[in-house]
């Protein structure tokens, strides 16, 4: 079974720290996602990674910066934390398209942050 | 950009009878789709897939059925019981082309006893 892991499931900031959400996939996928989900807004992508060191800004980057240093390890960093940015945060990974595969993305339990 | 959208916001039904969940999507160049079960407080869960050379593919209790003609594509859920409960997610992609999905905004089901 294909494993997601976030490192926290609630997390409380504030305003003006800088906050690092960590997540670990054990199935050697190629690409790692994190995304917001908010009421009424569905999930959006906020930065991808295809690749170790590799990464893309998703729809809405501004605010954020992530990190890959491992293939099994995606973190997503709020370099100064806002309470715009309350919110559940979800990772996800999947195999690369460009092998044939998947497209499938399996999920982590989410990370519920609130910036006070 | 194009995006998954779905017709209903809100389901609810009794328990027993059959669901069916929508969603229209608008990039017609998109050749796979999955549905995502999403309970309250967890990560989306993969349900079933199915590809564009397919109109039907049909699980434990789901079945998703494609039309390409009209871009639409449903979940159908037979049976439905209070652990089915959740928010039900459409996504396409395609495959070879894009690592990423395009997500609707959801449905939520909600199963009365």
């Known amino acids: 079974d294909v494993k997601v892991t976030q490192s926290s499931r609630y997390l409380v900031k504030r305003t003006g720290e800088k906050v690092f959400l960590e997540c670990v996939q054990d199935m050697d996928h190629e690409n790692m996602f994190w995304y917001r989900q908010d009421p009424g807004l569905g999930l959006r992508l906020i930065y991808f990674s295809y690749d170790v060191k590799m990464k893309e800004k998703g729809d809405i980057p501004e605010g954020y910066s992530v990190s890959r240093e491992k293939k099994e390890r995606f973190s997503l960093i709020l370099e100064s934390a806002s309470t715009n940015q309350t919110s559940m945060y979800l990772c996800a990974s999947s195999f690369g398209s460009r092998l044939g595969r998947g497209g499938e993305q399996y999920f982590g339990p989410g990370t519920r942050l609130t910036v006070t | 950009g194009e995006s998954v959208g779905l017709h209903l916001p809100t389901l609810s039904v009794q328990e027993g009878d059959n669901s069916i969940i929508n969603c229209a999507y608008s990039?017609?160049?998109?050749?796979?789709f999955i549905w995502y079960k999403q309970e309250s407080g967890k990560g989306p869960q993969f349900i079933i897939d199915?590809?564009?050379?397919?109109d039907k593919r049909q699980g434990q209790r789901v079945t998703v059925l494609l039309n390409k003609t009209v871009k639409h594509l449903s979940l159908q859920i037979a049976a439905t019981q209070p652990g089915d409960s959740a928010v039900y997610f459409c996504?396409?992609?395609?495959?070879?082309?894009?690592?990423?999905?395009?997500f609707g905004k959801g449905t939520k089901l909600t199963v009365n006893p």
């Open positions: 996504a396409e992609t395609i495959q070879g082309g894009s690592e990423k999905l395009v």
């Open positions: 990039n017609s160049a998109s050749d796979y």
């Open positions: 199915i590809r564009s050379n397919m």
